[in-house]
């Protein structure tokens, strides 16, 4: 992703200037915070996540320098029963309406058992408060001292975000409601483990959608596939989207590459000519053109996005039977994608 799109990045190597036991606009979750700005306990979210239960006071919250992902530094969170946490002071991170975030962070964790970490990214209000609907949450993981990269994606769908909340966790295992045992399960807490956490990034990206007449995308003949692409990207980049369209055996049926940004249109309608029936899997991936001179590929990759695409002859078809095969197979073809992707073999012929 081009540089220009960091909107923020913690790396924890502050040290030098930083005395305190957590980095800078870092706070521990269910502890008070330790600042002399009377503003900060009177916004509502800050003071739920200082007194959050099950995140006691004795568990570790801090820099650390014995493993690190890059530098010399990285965020802790220690267990010793309870679970531990951290969050962003809100009013850090600034939002641009309509935007897009990705947010990535690299994680790595010892001696859990049945405890797992996490991160929340979600929007905040003007008046402070979290808007729930817009939260996002990686994959719990638990990595056995590798450090893994996690990721989470925040819409541009909320007109009334303001700023950008994180939530950094180690959580216990909880009771589970749905166990058949009820309230004779045993939930037993770790008193040993730890999670680290390093180079979080914040990056805009430009919001991509791709759409069909149909909201679950499935054309019925004699009506033509028909797709209406869109790119928006607020920092005015010049962009290239390159779609493809495969079919069952991931042979790519049908391309297209248009550019986007600079004066040239952010949404088109495209007619691909599918001469068979059947599910079809739409892949488009928007470049960055790098300089002419630059001595590098020449784009740079930003976004990618993945959807399906049902055609059926003119006969009725059972809607569930529909819906379920959809999900199915539109499952299995991504997977093939990923996996031939990563070996190298790409999406075949045009």
Known sequence: TSRDRCVKGFDFEERERNPNELPEHWFAVGR?????????????????????????????????QSHSWSGENSFYLGLNG????????????????????????????TQLSSARAQLKAYFIDVDGNKIEASESITHPVATD??????????????????????????????????DPLGRHQAVLEQVQGGAWVDDIVIW????????????VNIVRAPEQPRLTVQVVDLLGQRLVADLGIYDYRLNRVAYQRQTVGSGAPSVWEWRPQ????????????????????AKTPE????????????????????VSYTHLRAHETLRYLVSRLLHEKKKGGGGGGG
């Open 32 to 64: 008070q915070a330790k600042i002399s700005n009377p503003s900060f306990s009177k916004n509502t979210l800050h003071r739920h996540l200082m007194v959050k239960a099950g995140f006691p006071r004795y568990t570790q919250v801090q820099f650390d």
């Open 204 to 215: 805009q990206s430009p919001r991509l959608v791709i759409q069909s007449p149909s909201p």
């Open 82 to 109: 309870g679970s531990a946490g951290a969050f962003l002071e809100v009013g850090a991170i600034d939002v641009v309406e309509n935007s897009d975030y990705l947010i990535f962070a690299h994680v790595r964790t």
């Open 274 to 293: 599918l001469d068979r029936y059947g599910w079809y899997l739409v892949d488009m991936q928007v470049h960055a053109p790098r300089a002419k001179m």
């Open 299 to 318: 784009v740079s990759p930003v976004l990618r996005v993945l959807s399906g695409l049902l055609y059926l002859p003119d006969e009725v078809t059972p």
């Open 145 to 178: 001292g590798a450090w893994q990269r996690v990721a989470a994606k925040l819409f541009g769908e909320f007109p009334q975000a303001v700023w950008i909340g994180l939530e950094l966790e180690l959580n216990q295992p909880e009771y589970n409601p749905d």
